[in-house]
């Protein structure tokens, strides 16, 4: 009986050791992982065009297009739209630009009715015997109209002009900007971006 007695408060010290080590070992391995020199952390996130933070609502409105036309006024609603803003003349970045959007929306290939493509033309305008002939379905915005300098004012500048910075927006389908590729992105990046968006997007 003596032997069972001296026993009883050992196994009650190694019960309550487990139970705290079971408690408090997430708690340590946690504020290890926080203290210690960050070089086990990804250095990129999944994404790789820049998330516009937060992401910003574009107004309603009917946009003058170069053919003397007119979109609707949720023309940026309901679908992905990609958004390529330059000069109308259409300079080699410009030719880059409008062929990897048109070629990004075909590598979709079921999906691409879910995306539709927006160049903004600003002034000289425009080369449209080029934009007829090789970007069929792409609607060509005058960005000298108020309406584009509206939508404009939304598009983050980040120091710089945004009409001749040579990067390519993606809006969601519910309107609001939401992502930015720099002029050098590599177009499967962007590929890879959007089809990233349709997958996860129950909308557009």
């Given at each position: 009986?003596?032997?069972?007695?001296?026993?009883?408060?050992?196994?009650?010290?190694?019960?309550?050791?487990?139970?705290a080590?079971?408690?408090?070992?997430p708690?340590?391995?946690a504020?290890?992982?926080?203290?210690?020199?960050s070089s086990?952390?990804?250095?990129?996130?999944v994404?790789?065009?820049?998330?516009?933070?937060?992401?910003?609502?574009l107004?309603?409105?009917?946009?003058?297009?170069?053919?003397?036309?007119i979109?609707?006024?949720?023309?940026?609603?309901?679908?992905?739209?990609?958004?390529?803003?330059?000069?109308g003349?259409?300079?080699?970045?410009?030719?880059?630009?409008?062929?990897?959007?048109?070629?990004?929306r075909?590598?979709?290939?079921?999906?691409?009715?879910?995306?539709?493509r927006?160049?903004?033309?600003?002034?000289?305008?425009?080369?449209?015997t080029?934009?007829?002939?090789?970007?069929a379905?792409?609607?060509?915005?005058?960005?000298?109209?108020?309406?584009a300098?509206?939508?404009?004012?939304?598009?983050?500048?980040?120091?710089g002009?945004?009409?001749?910075?040579?990067?390519?927006?993606?809006a969601?389908p519910?309107?609001n900007?939401?992502?930015?590729?720099p002029?050098d992105?590599?177009?499967?990046?962007l590929?890879?971006?959007l089809?990233r968006?349709?997958?996860?997007?129950?909308?557009?």
């Open positions: 009986m003596a032997r069972i007695a001296n026993g009883e408060p050992r196994r009650r010290r190694t019960l309550f050791w487990t139970v080590l079971v408690f408090l070992l708690l340590a391995i504020a290890y992982l926080y203290y210690v020199p086990w952390r990804p250095t990129h996130t994404n790789y065009g820049s998330l516009i933070e937060p992401a910003r609502p107004p309603e409105l009917a946009l003058p297009t170069v053919d003397g036309g979109t609707l006024t949720d023309f940026l609603r309901h679908r992905w739209t990609l958004i390529y803003v330059g000069s003349a259409c300079d080699p970045r410009c030719h880059e630009a409008l062929y990897q959007i048109r070629q990004v075909l590598a979709l290939n079921n999906d691409r009715d879910r995306v539709q927006l160049f903004i033309a600003t002034e000289p305008c425009c080369d449209l080029f934009l007829a002939r090789e970007h379905g792409l609607v060509t915005a005058r960005g000298a109209s108020p309406q300098a509206r939508l404009l004012a939304e598009f983050p500048a980040d120091g002009v945004v009409a001749t910075a040579g990067r390519i927006y993606i969601d519910l309107g900007l939401m992502m930015v590729h002029r992105s590599d177009p499967k990046h590929l890879e971006d089809q968006l349709l997958k996860l997007s129950s909308i557009g």
